[in-house]
């Protein structure tokens, strides 16, 4: 027999979620980052292949669950002398993350510029996004993307941007053993290293940890909020005209707030099909 547990289709209830949560889980992965920079740091040597002197968390913790404003961050935002680094875990194929990608890109340049910075001087910049589906669709554990030129592939524009996005899922793709063990432990929960391990004791630390806890209780409870006001409305699909409006612009201000096309479409009572086409023409609050 299923459980909500076992089975995909059930929608388990925020204890459910919290009790299984591992690092694949980005609520969990942005506090284990967070607030252990040394094990970020590390995580970012394992993925990049490069060594960090230091890093240091510049952005203040918020967590903002009111849909009129920004909410949850769940990207991890560090930088070192010379470089600047924003990591995120991503679970679903949201259908956009090129698209943040260029908006994380920009934010981590305008964040520089406003401290003073010359053109010249920009940190090298590295957006990460560790991926549970392959959301290219080719196969690869990795895909690396710098701007080049299209008229002469082999020519650079050498501006010190790079996009990288793993892919858990193709974890058995990839020679790297460090990089290989993380993105198993991401897609299946199993430890093959000692960092694994110390990731795995992290996540428990954190999910013991009540303040986070009651953090990610009044996030689901916001969302679970919102759709019983949506339904007591008349927000759901097939009502007459002017409560499907409504539903549409509940719909527009989720995806503002940046929240997975899948529970969107939950909450507010609109197919997935129709959210992912909101999504197309509904900007994402910076």
Same mark, same amino acid.
């Given at each position: ?68 404003k920004k909410a ?8 070192? %002398? ?7 875990? !991503? %679970? ?12 994380? !890109? ?34 690869? $554990?990795?895909?690396?993307?710098? +701007? ?57 630390? $954190?999910?013991? +940890?009540? !303040?986070?806890?009651? !953090? ?12 019983r006001e949506g339904?007591? $409305? ?10 499907? +409006?409504? %539903? ?7 995806? $503002? ?30």
């Amino acid at each position: 027999m299923c459980t909500p547990e076992t089975n995909p289709n059930t929608i388990p209830t925020p204890e459910e979620e919290w009790k299984n949560a591992t690092i694949a889980n980005n609520f969990i992965f942005y506090k284990v980052m967070r607030y252990n920079p040394d094990v970020c740091k590390q995580l970012l040597e394992i993925l990049l292949e490069i060594k960090i002197d230091h890093i240091e968390m510049t952005q203040e913790e918020y967590v903002d669950i009111d849909f009129g404003k920004k909410a949850i961050r769940l990207d991890v935002y560090a930088v070192g %002398a010379k470089r600047a680094f924003n990591l995120e875990m !991503q %679970a679903t194929d949201t259908k956009e993350l090129p698209e943040r990608s260029r908006f994380y !890109q920009s934010a981590l340049d305008l964040d520089d510029l406003n401290a003073g910075t010359d053109y010249i001087d920009l940190k090298t910049s590295y957006i990460i996004f560790i991926c549970v589906p392959d959301i290219f669709g080719k196969g690869l $554990a990795k895909y690396t993307f710098e +701007n080049t030129c299209i008229e002469q592939p082999d020519l650079k524009l050498n501006d010190r941007s790079y996009k990288y996005f793993f892919i858990a899922n193709n974890y058995d793709k990839i020679l790297n053993k460090e990089q290989k063990s993380f993105l198993q432990l991401v897609t299946s929960n199993k430890s093959t290293s000692a960092f694994a391990d110390k990731i795995v004791k992290l996540v428990e630390d $954190a999910k013991r +940890n009540t !303040q986070w806890r009651k !953090q990610f209780m009044d996030f689901k409870h916001h969302l679970s909020q919102s759709f019983r006001e949506g339904k007591e $409305a008349g927000f759901k699909e097939g009502l007459k005209e002017g409560e499907q +409006n409504k %539903a549409v612009e509940t719909a527009k201000t989720m995806l $503002a707030d940046n929240l997975p096309p899948e529970k969107v479409a939950h909450y507010s009572g609109l197919s997935l099909e129709q959210v992912l086409e909101l999504q197309k023409t509904t900007p994402v609050q910076a």
